[in-house]
């Protein structure tokens, strides 16, 4: 059965950096792009980027160009994104997808992870 | 580009069937047939019901249903069941650059 796992919640100060990982298991991880999604409380979902784990290309949404750094290591079929220079209205819940093939459509979503920001 | 455009909340009776629309433009929707619909129920991650404008990934009731004219898409859930109430987001392509945007999504309560 396929499925993303999640780090766990994180509290940062304004101006640090957060480092999320999403570990996949049941299929092969260089055969699916991982996307990443975030949700602030109460608001809608907002695509953030992907990355392709096979060659490590990356793609992200031009509001997140040059802040957010999307990697993978096939070794632990695992993807990462951080995101630096942290404001409080990056406060949201973080999600990882895979997206279905040649579709832009996201089959299987990882559990989430709180990021909250607060000095 | 701006994100598609979804009612805020719908609702509908116990065995009803309620349709949520998406708007979006020529530019995504109008222009591409890969719209996505997602429920998500409160503190859970999405779930993919719909892909590629009217394809139910297996596991997915037959009640759920999309379809796309021009620049609108369009879910409808028939047979409403108390486990619907939910918020439901659309989602297209938008072109390599962008690659998708979401409405705003919709709150469907079950009377």
């Known amino acids: 059965q396929v499925h993303l796992v999640q780090s766990g919640t994180e509290v940062k100060k304004p101006g640090a950096s957060v480092k999320v990982s999403c570990k996949t298991s049941?299929?092969?991880?260089?055969?699916?792009?991982i996307h990443w999604f975030r949700q602030a409380p109460g608001q809608g979902l907002e695509w953030m980027g992907w990355?392709?784990?096979?060659?490590?290309?990356?793609n992200s949404a031009q509001d997140f160009q040059g802040w957010v750094t999307m990697t993978g290591d096939t070794s632990i079929s695992t993807a990462y994104m951080a995101l630096s220079r942290l404001r409080s209205d990056d406060t949201a819940v973080y999600y990882c997808?895979?997206?279905?093939?040649?579709?832009?459509?996201?089959?299987?979503w990882g559990q989430g992870t709180m990021v909250t920001v607060s000095s | 580009q701006s994100a598609l455009t979804q009612p805020a909340s719908v609702s509908g009776s116990p065995g009803q069937s309620i349709t949520i629309s998406c708007t979006g433009t020529?530019?995504?929707?109008?222009?591409?047939?890969?719209v996505s619909w997602y429920q998500q129920h409160p503190g859970k991650a999405p779930i993919l019901i719909i892909s590629?404008?009217?394809k139910r990934p297996s596991g997915v009731s037959n009640r759920f249903s999309g379809s796309k004219s021009g620049n609108t898409a369009s879910l409808t859930i028939s047979g409403l069941q108390a486990e619907d109430e939910a918020d439901y987001y659309c989602?297209?392509?938008?072109?390599?650059?962008?690659?998708?945007?979401f409405g705003g999504g919709t709150k469907l309560t079950v009377l």
């Open positions: 997808a895979r997206e279905q093939t040649l579709g832009a459509a996201f089959d299987i």
């Open positions: 049941g299929y092969i991880f260089t055969d699916y792009y």
């Open positions: 990355i392709n784990p096979n060659s490590g290309d990356t």
């Open positions: 020529s530019s995504d929707i109008g222009t591409y047939n890969l």
């Open positions: 590629e404008g009217g």
């Open positions: 989602c297209s392509y938008a072109g390599s650059t962008t690659y998708v945007l």
